[in-house]
Protein backbone atom coordinates (compact mmCIF):
# COMPACT_ATOMS: atom_id res chain seq x y z
CA UNK A 1 0.00 0.00 0.00
CA UNK A 2 0.95 3.29 -0.91
CA UNK A 3 1.46 5.42 2.25
CA UNK A 4 1.82 9.44 2.40
CA UNK A 5 3.61 11.10 -0.04
CA UNK A 6 5.76 14.22 -0.23
CA UNK A 7 7.00 16.26 -2.92
CA UNK A 8 9.56 17.67 -3.29
CA UNK A 9 11.94 15.67 -0.49
CA UNK A 10 14.37 18.52 -0.71
CA UNK A 11 14.18 21.81 -1.30
CA UNK A 12 16.46 24.82 -1.51
CA UNK A 13 15.41 28.35 -2.10
CA UNK A 14 16.86 31.56 -1.14
CA UNK A 15 14.92 34.21 1.09
CA UNK A 16 12.16 35.82 -0.58
CA UNK A 17 11.09 32.95 -2.70
CA UNK A 18 7.90 31.21 -2.81
CA UNK A 19 7.69 27.73 -1.94
CA UNK A 20 5.20 25.33 -2.52
CA UNK A 21 5.39 21.80 -0.64
CA UNK A 22 3.16 18.57 -1.42
CA UNK A 23 1.06 16.15 -0.08
CA UNK A 24 -0.84 13.28 -1.29
CA UNK A 25 -2.91 11.52 1.86
CA UNK A 26 -3.44 7.47 2.42
CA UNK A 27 -6.92 6.75 0.06
CA UNK A 28 -9.41 6.83 2.27
CA UNK A 29 -7.80 8.53 5.08
CA UNK A 30 -10.31 11.83 5.48
CA UNK A 31 -7.97 14.16 8.02
CA UNK A 32 -4.88 15.47 6.81
CA UNK A 33 -2.12 17.01 8.99
CA UNK A 34 0.61 19.51 8.58
CA UNK A 35 3.82 19.40 10.95
CA UNK A 36 6.86 21.73 11.38
CA UNK A 37 10.23 19.79 13.17
CA UNK A 38 12.99 21.49 14.11
CA UNK A 39 16.10 21.04 16.47
CA UNK A 40 14.84 24.23 18.65
CA UNK A 41 11.28 23.80 18.73
CA UNK A 42 10.65 20.08 18.04
CA UNK A 43 7.29 18.62 16.52
CA UNK A 44 4.90 21.69 15.54
CA UNK A 45 1.29 21.11 14.12
CA UNK A 46 0.30 23.66 11.80
CA UNK A 47 -2.71 23.10 10.21
CA UNK A 48 -5.00 19.88 10.17
CA UNK A 49 -7.95 19.21 7.75
CA UNK A 50 -10.81 16.97 7.91
CA UNK A 51 -12.80 16.19 4.82
CA UNK A 52 -10.72 18.68 3.17
CA UNK A 53 -12.06 21.60 5.08
CA UNK A 54 -9.46 23.26 7.52
CA UNK A 55 -10.13 22.64 11.40
CA UNK A 56 -7.16 24.29 13.36
CA UNK A 57 -4.97 26.59 11.81
CA UNK A 58 -3.57 27.82 14.94
CA UNK A 59 -0.38 26.79 14.53
CA UNK A 60 0.49 28.04 11.60
CA UNK A 61 3.17 30.88 12.33
CA UNK A 62 2.17 33.97 10.00
CA UNK A 63 0.03 34.90 7.55
CA UNK A 64 3.06 34.06 5.00
CA UNK A 65 2.31 30.23 5.43
CA UNK A 66 -0.97 28.98 3.55
CA UNK A 67 -2.54 25.02 3.08
CA UNK A 68 -4.96 24.08 0.91
CA UNK A 69 -6.92 21.06 0.51
CA UNK A 70 -8.16 21.09 -2.92
CA UNK A 71 -9.57 17.24 -3.08
CA UNK A 72 -9.44 14.35 -0.66
CA UNK A 73 -6.17 13.54 -2.47
CA UNK A 74 -3.99 16.26 -2.35
CA UNK A 75 -2.74 19.46 -0.37
CA UNK A 76 -0.27 22.08 -0.13
CA UNK A 77 1.58 23.76 2.04
CA UNK A 78 2.74 27.25 0.40
CA UNK A 79 5.08 29.60 2.16
CA UNK A 80 4.94 33.24 0.78
CA UNK A 81 8.15 35.37 0.75
CA UNK A 82 10.48 32.15 2.58
CA UNK A 83 12.97 33.23 5.37
CA UNK A 84 15.94 31.40 6.74
CA UNK A 85 13.90 31.13 9.79
CA UNK A 86 11.72 28.67 7.81
CA UNK A 87 13.98 26.30 7.04
CA UNK A 88 12.99 22.93 8.72
CA UNK A 89 11.33 19.50 7.99
CA UNK A 90 7.87 19.44 7.17
CA UNK A 91 5.81 16.26 7.34
CA UNK A 92 2.19 15.85 6.30
CA UNK A 93 0.32 12.84 8.12
CA UNK A 94 -2.82 11.66 7.55
CA UNK A 95 -5.28 9.62 9.43
CA UNK A 96 -9.18 7.78 8.91
CA UNK A 97 -10.78 10.58 10.92
CA UNK A 98 -9.79 12.87 13.71
CA UNK A 99 -11.25 11.41 16.75
CA UNK A 100 -7.88 9.75 17.69
CA UNK A 101 -7.26 7.40 14.93
CA UNK A 102 -3.15 6.80 14.12
CA UNK A 103 -1.37 9.06 11.97
CA UNK A 104 0.53 8.04 9.72
CA UNK A 105 3.10 10.35 8.81
CA UNK A 106 4.73 11.05 4.64
CA UNK A 107 8.47 11.41 4.60
CA UNK A 108 8.62 14.55 5.08
CA UNK A 109 9.96 17.43 2.73
CA UNK A 110 13.40 19.34 3.88
CA UNK A 111 13.49 22.90 3.30
CA UNK A 112 16.66 25.15 3.52
CA UNK A 113 16.09 28.87 2.52
CA UNK A 114 19.28 30.41 2.29
CA UNK B 1 -3.63 23.29 28.75
CA UNK B 2 -3.46 19.65 27.43
CA UNK B 3 0.33 18.62 27.62
CA UNK B 4 2.56 15.50 27.24
CA UNK B 5 5.85 15.17 28.98
CA UNK B 6 8.69 13.32 28.08
CA UNK B 7 11.34 14.08 30.81
CA UNK B 8 13.83 12.07 29.57
CA UNK B 9 15.43 13.83 26.70
CA UNK B 10 18.62 11.95 25.71
CA UNK B 11 19.01 7.56 27.14
CA UNK B 12 22.41 6.26 26.15
CA UNK B 13 22.00 2.23 26.43
CA UNK B 14 24.43 -0.61 25.83
CA UNK B 15 23.32 -3.11 23.54
CA UNK B 16 21.25 -5.66 25.24
CA UNK B 17 20.42 -3.43 27.98
CA UNK B 18 16.58 -3.13 29.17
CA UNK B 19 14.57 0.50 28.04
CA UNK B 20 12.32 2.12 29.52
CA UNK B 21 10.71 5.51 28.45
CA UNK B 22 8.57 7.55 30.19
CA UNK B 23 5.62 9.59 29.42
CA UNK B 24 3.37 11.29 31.25
CA UNK B 25 0.21 13.38 29.85
CA UNK B 26 -1.87 15.98 31.65
CA UNK B 27 -5.82 15.50 32.77
CA UNK B 28 -7.72 12.38 33.09
CA UNK B 29 -10.82 11.61 30.98
CA UNK B 30 -10.58 9.13 28.12
CA UNK B 31 -7.71 9.24 25.93
CA UNK B 32 -5.52 7.08 23.05
CA UNK B 33 -2.11 7.08 23.12
CA UNK B 34 0.29 6.14 20.81
CA UNK B 35 4.36 5.87 20.58
CA UNK B 36 6.23 6.80 17.00
CA UNK B 37 9.82 6.32 16.34
CA UNK B 38 12.05 8.12 14.16
CA UNK B 39 14.88 6.72 12.99
CA UNK B 40 17.45 9.06 11.66
CA UNK B 41 16.52 10.80 8.61
CA UNK B 42 13.73 9.43 8.20
CA UNK B 43 9.95 10.41 8.98
CA UNK B 44 7.58 9.08 12.26
CA UNK B 45 6.25 6.02 12.48
CA UNK B 46 4.32 4.13 14.56
CA UNK B 47 5.01 1.87 16.85
CA UNK B 48 2.07 1.09 19.45
CA UNK B 49 -1.31 2.62 20.05
CA UNK B 50 -3.97 2.15 23.08
CA UNK B 51 -7.47 2.70 22.69
CA UNK B 52 -9.02 0.39 25.16
CA UNK B 53 -9.06 -3.35 26.66
CA UNK B 54 -5.94 -4.81 27.70
CA UNK B 55 -3.44 -1.78 29.50
CA UNK B 56 -0.33 -3.78 28.63
CA UNK B 57 0.11 -3.33 24.20
CA UNK B 58 2.34 -4.98 22.28
CA UNK B 59 3.55 -3.16 19.39
CA UNK B 60 6.08 -4.05 16.50
CA UNK B 61 10.15 -4.54 17.05
CA UNK B 62 9.35 -6.07 20.50
CA UNK B 63 8.36 -3.12 22.08
CA UNK B 64 5.60 -3.06 24.32
CA UNK B 65 3.89 0.08 26.25
CA UNK B 66 1.68 -0.44 29.52
CA UNK B 67 -1.10 2.27 30.35
CA UNK B 68 -1.42 3.28 33.75
CA UNK B 69 -4.56 5.20 33.97
CA UNK B 70 -4.06 6.02 37.81
CA UNK B 71 -0.31 7.56 37.12
CA UNK B 72 -1.31 9.29 33.91
CA UNK B 73 1.07 7.26 32.10
CA UNK B 74 1.86 5.76 29.52
CA UNK B 75 5.39 4.35 29.44
CA UNK B 76 7.34 2.56 26.50
CA UNK B 77 9.67 -0.48 27.40
CA UNK B 78 11.77 -3.11 25.82
CA UNK B 79 13.53 -6.07 27.13
CA UNK B 80 16.88 -6.02 25.07
CA UNK B 81 17.65 -3.06 23.19
CA UNK B 82 19.72 -3.21 19.67
CA UNK B 83 21.78 -0.45 18.24
CA UNK B 84 18.98 -0.49 14.99
CA UNK B 85 17.15 0.89 17.86
CA UNK B 86 18.65 3.98 18.36
CA UNK B 87 16.07 6.81 17.24
CA UNK B 88 14.26 9.74 18.61
CA UNK B 89 10.87 8.14 20.50
CA UNK B 90 7.77 10.00 20.31
CA UNK B 91 4.80 9.62 22.97
CA UNK B 92 0.98 11.30 21.65
CA UNK B 93 -1.53 11.58 23.15
CA UNK B 94 -5.28 12.21 21.88
CA UNK B 95 -7.92 13.31 24.63
CA UNK B 96 -11.33 12.06 23.40
CA UNK B 97 -12.64 15.55 25.05
CA UNK B 98 -10.55 17.68 22.43
CA UNK B 99 -9.55 17.32 18.85
CA UNK B 100 -6.00 17.54 18.82
CA UNK B 101 -3.27 14.94 18.75
CA UNK B 102 -0.29 16.41 21.17
CA UNK B 103 3.16 15.48 21.17
CA UNK B 104 5.66 14.94 23.71
CA UNK B 105 8.84 16.67 23.13
CA UNK B 106 10.45 13.13 22.46
CA UNK B 107 13.61 11.28 23.77
CA UNK B 108 16.51 10.84 22.10
CA UNK B 109 17.62 6.77 22.35
CA UNK B 110 21.16 6.22 21.70
CA UNK B 111 21.93 2.57 21.68
CA UNK B 112 26.21 1.56 22.07
CA UNK B 113 27.50 -1.55 20.23
Known amino acids: DAGVIQSPRHEVTEMGQEVTLRCKPI?????LFWYRQTMMRGLELLIY????????DSGMPEDRFSAKMPNASFSTLKIQPSEPRDSAVYFC????????????FGPGTRLTVL | AQSVSQHNHHVILSEAASLELGCNYS??????LFWYVQYPGQHLQLLLK??????LVKGIKGFEAEFIKSKFSFNLRKPSVQWSDTAEYFC???????????FGGGTRLMVKP
Open chain 1, 49 to 56: FNNNVPID
Open chain 1, 27 to 31: SGHNS
Open chain 2, 27 to 32: YGGTVN
Open chain 1, 93 to 104: ASSLSRTGSAQY
Open chain 2, 92 to 102: AVFWNAGNMLT
Open chain 2, 50 to 55: YFSGDP
